[in-house]
């Protein structure tokens, strides 16, 4: 049994119990335990290196590094909000064409292309990938810009969910995150590499991979207006406005405490798709 089959079924039948006190279920294996402690060990402590992690070092991690700084470079030229929905293809085409970018090197290329079809368990990641194509665009025409806040959301069910939390919560509570192209998670996922060390396991306990995001499909991220980087910590939990959109139950979510995708606890994410 693979490591991420295991922990799903884990994780579910945990749920499956409580939610019904009349199943039981069978202890793990003894085999498992000491894995299954390592894993809960790792997304609690998601920003800890630990001996296993994947960790570019030497010409890789000079890649990385570079590749960052022109997707940085990319996203100062294009805008904050366009970036988030700019495809692979036009981030090269940008780059070609405005020499305050500066055009990706192949190097640079094959190791985009690396990363987003590398086999994300191989981090630690067990999330579904719901991006097959490094290529894949996000139409315009299907999201529409959010008044200030600098971010899209896709039309229809997204859009709805958002006012709704909006009009029953208040306007204390903001859309800090919301449709995320490839580009976007790319830049992301590699920042938090480089500030982790060149650890893409590291990075991975924070940030989905390129091709996993849900943020592709329609889920957002909120927060507490005016409580910058503590609405991407456990501090939001404790929030009045995470306990209100508790209590009215919009709270669906994806990463919970021992979710089995090898992803830290984020109370922030509304759970769309």
Do not use: C
């Amino acid at each position: 049994m693979d490591r991420r089959t295991l922990l799903k079924g884990m994780f579910f039948g945990s749920a499956i119990a409580g939610a019904s006190p009349n199943i039981v279920l069978a202890a793990p294996a003894a085999e498992h335990t000491e894995e299954v402690a390592d894993y809960l060990s790792k997304i609690k402590n998601y920003n800890k290196h630990f001996v296993d992690d994947v960790v570019l070092t030497g010409h890789r991690y000079k890649l990385l590094v570079s590749s960052v700084k022109r997707l940085k470079r990319l996203q100062r030229m294009v805008g904050y909000a366009n970036f988030s929905l700019l495809s692979f293809d036009s981030a090269l085409r940008y780059a070609r064409n405005y020499s305050r970018i500066g055009r990706f090197t192949k190097a640079e290329i094959d190791f985009l292309e690396e990363i987003f079809y590398t086999d994300a368990n191989k981090y630690g990641f067990y999330g579904e990938k719901v991006s097959t194509k490094l290529t894949e665009g996000i139409p315009s025409r299907d999201t529409i810009k959010m008044p200030h806040t600098g971010n899209f959301l896709f039309r229809g069910d997204s859009v709805r969910l958002y006012q709704k939390i909006r009009r029953d919560v208040g306007k204390s509570i903001v859309l800090t995150s919301g449709v995320r192209g490839i580009v976007k998670q790319m830049y992301l996922f590699l920042s938090k590499a480089v500030r982790s060390d060149g650890n893409l396991s590291m990075a991975s306990r924070s940030l989905a991979p390129p091709g996993h995001s849900f943020h592709g499909l329609g889920d957002f991220d909120v927060g507490k207006v005016g409580y910058g980087y503590r609405n991407f910590r456990i501090d939001f939990a404790e929030t009045d406005e995470f306990k209100r959109l508790e209590e009215l139950g919009y709270i669906r979510i994806r990463y919970h405490e021992k979710n089995p995708f090898g992803v830290r606890f984020e109370p922030w994410h509304i759970k769309v798709t």
